[in-house]
Each structure stands twice: as C-alpha cells, then as structure tokens.
C-alpha cells in the first residue's frame, strides 16, 4: 500500500493497516449505525447484545466530541471521572465482544431509504465515499454535530495551533504557566477550564451569558474557586492577530457598552457549541430551524397505511431511519443522555423489524 500510495489519505492508510473492513454488498445488516460517539457505540452495544446484526460507521474515530473531553465527572458509576476516550474505548471493546461490525474511517456519502411502498421489503442504503454500498433493515443517525467555528478576524490561520476546538492533555502541556482564553458557557467549556486552570498562568473566560443559565452548578463552583480565571461575562472575541513566538493577541469586545480590551496570549479554546452532521443526508428528513433532526413527530396517513404501524419516538419522518444523541432537535447535550438514547432506540428497532420481518 505505502509503495503505491506515497500520500495516502487516512482511509487509505486504515485500509493498508486492515482496520477499513470490506463490507459485503450482499450482507443486509439489522441496523447501521451511523457514528460513533457515546451515543452510537451505546446503540451498537445493546444491539448486538439483543442479537442484532449491526454495524458502526465513522468517518474519523470513536468517542465523537466527548472523546476529547479530558475529565467526565458527572456520569453515573465513575465517583472520581473518566475521560472521553477512556469510556469511548470500553464502550468499543463491548461492541467488539456482542459480535458488531465497525467501519473506521469511512465516511457515507449519501443515504437512499426505499421507495415508500418498498419501505417493508426493501433496506436502506448507504452510499460510501470509498465507494462500496451498505445495506441495513434500519439506520440510527448518530453522527453528531460538529464544532462551530465563529466569524472571527484571524480565526483560520490559527486553526490546528494557536486555536483549538478541545483541550486535551497536549494542549494543557503546551499552555502550561501560560496565558489563555476559552470561549463558551457550556458543560463542556466548563470542564475544560476546570481542566486547563490549574496548569496555566491565567485563564480568561469569555462568555456571552452568566454561567448558570448554561452550565452545571458544580463547575461553576469549581471555576469561582481558580484564583487564576478572569471572568468576562456579556463579551465575545472578535480578532485574534499574530505576534511572533507563537503568541496571539485577542480582542475581547462588551457587548453592550462596545469597550474593547486585548490581551496577548499562548491560546484560544473554542467553546461554543456545534451544528449537526447532516450533510451527508440527502434523502428528505425533516429538520428544526437549526438543522437538528426532528423525532417522533408522526407520519402522514399515506405512510402509515403502507408500514402499517406509527411513528415512534425516536423515528425520523423517514420510515425505519431513528435519530439519537445531539443530532436529535431536543436532545439533553449529555454524554449520560446520548447513552440512554442508544439504549432506548434499540427497543424500537426490534418493534420496526417486527413489520419489516412479517
């Protein structure tokens, strides 16, 4: 492979290296699972403990945005915290044990669910950018959402350097007893500050809101107790320019009186939320005002005369097609509710089978 390859992409190297399995067009999985996040690798766990035969897809790797979180506290079982990757990865091995396929990296191109009145006899498929086609009786999108990059001057060039979208323990390594910035309100902005506070010089925080209309209490106490954090609530960045020696300068703008202040710093941490994967959906699901796939909202008249059954909870407007996790429009953005999603979800693709079976 590397003889006839000299700048193989990473699908190409996982393929040399046999992690890419070639998936028989022939097969017809019970279910694809489209990501591998908490959510995800949750449905592929219970679906294959039920005897299902299933099949995780991703484009990059396991654990999705949780896996780059360095420190979980809140998640039920584990007193002292987990990190993303570590639960990720036990949560594969399960997978690997009830007998799941698992496809990294591929990535799916397209997917094309059947003609309505083939709904019940024919499966869904799934396009690949490889080239190869997957067939399944269902699919769980779980694909997730990806970080949101902010119009920011100056914000690109950084991108992979001085700016980064997690905060993992070679960033906290790079940033020791220095100066930096994190942008976000949420959960996982807190996490990381809690995470990177005790290792730097000095953190500025800058949020739009106060912290406890978006982040948990305990985080917030564990923030208020680091000497070292400057809060900047009501502001946002709006320039990060370069300084040589791989600092940055940032400008923090007051939203409302328009004071600006910059300050010189060896990082920016971005924060601040995420838009759904969905691109690769092109068949039509219906969505809310940000792109975040609706469920259990009910079928036409029209469909449910042909499946023979209604709509259930976790189910696109796309017969056999669930949605899980923070895809999902009204999803709880916690790695606990992702879990509980891909167990439930498993339920009700044993009562879609049911109809497809008969």
């Not at 489209?34 to 949750?42: E, T, Y």
């Not at 769980?140 to 991108?159: D, M, N, Q, T």
């Not at 220095?178 to 996982?188: I, K, P, Q, R």
Request: glycine residues 10%.
């Amino acid at each position: 492979c590397v003889e006839t390859n000299s700048h193989p992409t990473d699908q190409d190297a996982a393929r040399c290296l046999g992690i890419t399995p070639d998936i028989d067009p022939n097969t017809i999985y019970d279910v694809a699972i489209v990501g591998a996040g908490p959510a995800g690798l949750a449905a592929s766990v219970y679906a294959g403990s039920e005897g299902l035969k299933a099949i995780v897809i991703d484009e990059r790797a396991i654990g999705g945005q949780a896996g780059s979180s360095s420190r979980i506290e809140n998640y039920l079982g584990f007193p002292t915290g987990i990190s993303g990757q570590a639960l990720a990865g036990r949560a594969f091995n399960q997978a690997l044990k009830f007998g799941v396929d698992i496809a990294l990296p591929i990535q799916v191109e397209k997917l094309i669910p059947p003609s309505l009145v083939a709904a019940m006899s024919e499966p869904l498929s799934l396009l690949l950018t490889d080239g190869q086609t997957l067939l399944a009786r269902t699919l769980v999108v779980a694909s997730g959402a990806r970080y949101r990059k902010p119009s920011i001057a100056g914000l690109a060039a950084f991108e992979g350097s001085a700016v980064s979208y997690w905060a993992s323990a070679i960033e906290a390594k790079l940033c020791e007893n220095e100066e930096v910035a994190l942008v976000g309100g949420g959960n996982s902005a807190g996490q990381a500050v809690a995470f990177l506070g005790p290792r730097v010089k000095r953190l500025h925080l800058i949020v739009r809101r106060d912290l406890a209309e978006t982040m948990s209490t305990y985080l917030i106490d564990r923030i208020n107790a680091l000497p070292n954090v400057e809060i900047h609530k009501g502001c946002e960045l709006t320039a990060i320019g370069d300084l040589g020696n791989a600092e940055v300068s940032a400008v923090i703008c007051d939203r409302s009186s328009g004071a600006e202040r910059t300050v010189n710093l060896r990082h920016v941490f971005m924060f601040i939320g995420a838009d759904p994967n969905t691109d690769w959906i092109k068949c039509r699901i219906n969505t809310d005002g940000n792109g975040f796939i609706q469920t259990g909202a009910g079928f036409g008249k029209d469909i449910v005369s042909v499946i023979g059954r209604e709509n259930l909870s976790l189910e696109t407007s796309v017969p056999n097609v669930f949605a899980i996790g923070d895809v999902r429009a009204g999803s709880t953005k916690r790695v606990a509710a992702a879990v509980g999603e891909g167990a439930a979800v498993v339920s009700q693709i044993h009562q879609a089978l049911k109809y497809i079976n008969r």
